[in-house]
């Protein structure tokens, strides 16, 4: 392991060991803090940042913008903040630390027993909302997880994610999408970021006005099990509980070979999440490149700013 993956993993671990035994009070003050520092050092992910809000708000004032990026990435380390203090929360308090509007799309579906795909854009906190889900609607599911470097951080992500409840598949290794595929078909439930392709051979959909290119698979499980798949957008306020909205249900197309199919749903997946980011841009931690015409010269980031 290099000097720097040893770091890496060791401010992580130091996260998770430290900032979960703050008092929340103390934790928002320097959540908000380290963000308020990253934003004045404009760095490359606070003006890539900057660059997919211009996307979002166009017409954006430069000073627009900034108030943005700035908004952003005190979000962003609110998510960071949570996230480590989440292990230590009580059932009570993940409880009521978030409010879905419209949960009746999931609950009905879960009751339905065809099982059940989660789809999210980057957005607040969806570690939180699938603690809710494990928590308040006493469901498990299984979602993937990119698989990071150092190996040993990749397990502290998978370790923290199943202490919530959750199962947690590696995105690479190809087994993933059959497991998924197993777990709907038992009437399980499938949570998935979905608005940022890893596999370099997603679908192309056009999201605020211009072309990226989004994750097939929550489409193709959908039409292979007959799952329910529905959008979910997440956003703070000036609270302390994340608010939320799960999205009305996104059906097969009648007509269309499987290509034609998926094409269709997963637009309206990415209409789904450009709703929401619209709504609340200063949610979506997107630091990376993610439309084409920013990765023609490079076709990935590297991993500063990367969220699991």
């Keep these: 392991m290099s000097a720097r ?9 130091l996260g998770w060991g430290t900032v979960k035994k ?28 900057e660059s997919n809000y211009a996307r979002v708000v166009p ?26 203090r989440l292990p230590a929360w009580s059932a009570e308090r993940i409880r009521g630390g978030f409010d879905p509007k419209d949960v009746h799309y999931l609950t009905d579906g879960i009751a339905s027993e065809r099982g059940v795909i989660l789809a999210l854009p980057h957005m607040a906190n969806w570690d939180l909302a699938g603690a809710w889900v494990t928590t308040a609607l006493e469901t498990p599911f299984t979602t993937v997880a990119e698989r990071l470097k150092p190996e040993t951080l990749y397990d502290r992500f998978v370790a ?38 890893l596999s370099t051979s997603g679908v192309e959909v056009r999201f605020f006005g211009e072309a990226t290119r989004m994750p097939a698979g929550p489409a193709l499980l959908a039409q292979q099990t007959g799952a329910l798949l529905l959008p979910v957008t997440l956003w703070y306020d000036d609270s302390p509980v994340m608010r939320g909205r799960v999205h009305p249900p996104i059906e097969v197309p009648e007509t269309g ?9 997963t637009q309206a997946l990415a209409d789904a999440f450009a709703t929401g980011i619209a709504d609340h841009p200063e949610d979506w931690h997107m630091l990376q490149r993610l439309w084409l015409k920013d990765l023609q010269p490079r076709r990935a980031d590297g991993a500063a700013g990367e969220r699991p």
């Design 5 to 13: 993956d040893r770091l890496t993993d060791s401010l992580y671990g």
């Design 22 to 49: 703050l008092p929340e009070p103390v934790a928002v003050r320097l959540g908000r803090s380290i963000a308020d520092l990253a934003w004045k050092r404009r760095g490359k992910g606070v003006q890539r940042l």
């Design 59 to 84: 017409g954006a004032s430069p000073e627009r913008l900034a108030e943005l990026s700035r908004a952003g990435m005190r979000s962003y380390l609110r998510y960071w903040m949570e996230s480590f």
């Design 160 to 197: 923290y994610r199943e202490g919530l409840g959750m199962e947690v598949l590696p995105h690479s290794g190809g087994s993933a999408f059959g497991t998924l595929a197993r777990r709907l078909r038992d009437g399980g439930l499938v949570c998935l970021v979905a608005e940022r392709d």
């Design 257 to 265: 070979d499987r290509a034609e199919k998926t094409s269709v749903m």
